[in-house]
């Protein structure tokens, strides 16, 4: 990597979890030495981008936040599903979010909260589970199944609760049966207490780029409640698409 690549590689490693890390444990991801990743780091700080905190560790400045927010307050994602989300949230009172692929990994890139008390908690920037979650199995099920073993060589499914598919055919089959009814479900598979719903954001030829859903706690959800907001993520799903369809 060039000075500029060793750059833009710590700015995205400190944009993931744990979100702060030592300059030894940078030095190793860019391939640096300490001195080396040090100029780098100090160059961040010193533009803002990064900050160095008392335990001597760095984490992403104000800078990188104010970037972000402007990326995101004029022509971002969120900025135009917005509208969408917000009417799906308010018709369902739970929480709504989009994720699209990115770097491999399915994750969040806008979610509104439910008003409501309890509710299901999440974050923008986490990665969504292909195995366990709305989005995650929404996403996935539109691949290549030679991708997805692929993915799982790489990373083998892992086990969140007692209901999270970690079988193979079992995941192939569930992503079968997705493509057919046009909406994913994971009941309890990702957290014990939560249920999520997911449908595909399609373009106009078809193809899958981000997925919908919402967050219900398992307290407030009925087998009546569950065909509503199966036809309600189903229906935001393809308003969204129709509108990208609009403007290609």
Known sequence: MNSSEKLITLLKTLSKEPFEFGVTELSKIIECGKSGTYKLLATLVREGLAEQKPNKKYRLGLAAY???????????????????????????????????????VVTVLYRLESRAMIRVVGRVGSARPINASAMGKTLAAYLDWTDIEEMIRRTPLKRYTQKTIVDAEALRCEFEL???????????????????????????????????????????????????????????????????????
């Not at 399609?202 to 981000?210: H, I, L, Q, S």
């Not at 189903?234 to 609009?246: L, M, V």
């Open 178 to 248: 997705i493509r057919k009814q046009g909406y994913a479900v994971s009941f309890c598979e990702f957290d014990e207490g939560s249920v999520g719903i997911g449908a595909p954001v399609m373009d106009r030829d078809g193809n899958v780029w981000a997925s919908i859903s919402i967050g219900v706690p398992t307290l407030r959800v009925t087998e009546e409640k569950m065909k509503e907001y199966v036809h309600l993520v189903g229906k935001t799903a393809r308003q969204i698409s129709e509108a990208i369809g609009r403007m290609q």
């Open 66 to 104: 104010l970037i972000g927010k402007s990326y995101e307050d004029h022509v971002g994602l969120g900025r135009f599903v917005r509208p969408y989300l917000e009417q799906l949230r308010d018709v369902t009172n739970e929480n709504t979010s989009i994720a699209v692929w990115s770097e491999g």
